[in-house]
């Protein structure tokens, strides 16, 4: 089956540290990733959608300038949490989908995401 | 945005037992999924319904989607341990739309 990579998997940071997580599709081509954010015993937030080598389209209330989505390949998308506070820390998952809507999105396992 | 009410939040049984949860919104979707999260990963799919009145059957789980696509059920027989985990439902914010909304899960403890 189609697979997603992220990484890393945990990270824990400073305040005000940029923290960069990478998304890849192994064994498929992208065309279309998504970045949700979960907070403990809530469900997934979609953040933003990106499409290979376009700006990403933000969710309302997602600060584009806080969350920096780079799409620069149809197997790599990255989000980079600028100037990270302890607000930030959440659980960040992306899922990458090809081709049409009707295709699945499949999920990576997820970057637990800790600001001190 | 489309709301996916789901029901119990929270659920803790003993192994052996059978168990429904829900998914229920006031608007219609042309398709529905339904996911499964272990703590600390992402979800995983275990199923697509598409079709008013559609019964999926994935070993011990059946899913249900509603004849008037608005809602829909996952039954698991016979829970066994490894059944523990959040599920959740999600669906197309309108026709054509790429994003997904999800539920807020139900939070499943199978009890050996």
């Known amino acids: 089956g189609a697979v997603v990579s992220q990484h890393p998997s945990w990270v824990i940071c400073k305040s005000g540290t940029s923290v960069k997580i990478e998304c890849r599709s192994l064994d498929f081509q992208a065309t279309t990733m998504f970045w949700y954010r979960q907070f403990p015993k809530q469900s997934l937030m979609l953040m933003a959608t990106s499409n290979e080598g376009s700006k990403a389209t933000y969710e309302q209330g997602v600060e584009k300038d806080k969350f920096l989505i780079n799409h620069a390949s149809l197997t790599l998308s990255t989000l980079t949490v600028t100037s990270a506070h302890p607000e930030d820390s959440s659980f960040y998952i992306c899922?990458?989908?090809?081709?049409?809507?009707?295709?699945?999105?499949?999920f990576g396992d997820g970057t637990r995401l800790s600001i001190l | 945005t489309q709301l996916l009410e789901q029901s119990p939040q929270f659920l803790s049984i003993q192994e052996g037992e059978n168990l429904t949860v829900y998914c229920n919104s006031s608007s219609v979707f042309s398709s529905l999924q339904w996911y499964r999260q272990e703590p600390g990963e992402g979800p995983v799919l275990l199923v697509t319904?598409?079709?008013?009145?559609e019964v999926k059957k994935l070993k011990r789980l059946t899913f249900q989607f509603g004849d008037a696509r608005k809602d829909s059920s996952l039954h698991i027989t016979a829970a066994q341990p490894g059944d523990t985990g959040l599920y959740l439902c999600?669906?197309?914010?309108?026709?054509?739309?790429?994003?997904?909304?999800f539920g807020k899960g139900t939070k499943l403890s199978v009890i050996p």
């Open positions: 899922s990458a989908q090809s081709g049409t809507v009707t295709q699945p999105q499949h």
């Open positions: 319904v598409v079709t008013g009145g």
């Open positions: 999600a669906a197309h914010e309108g026709a054509g739309s790429y994003q997904l909304t």
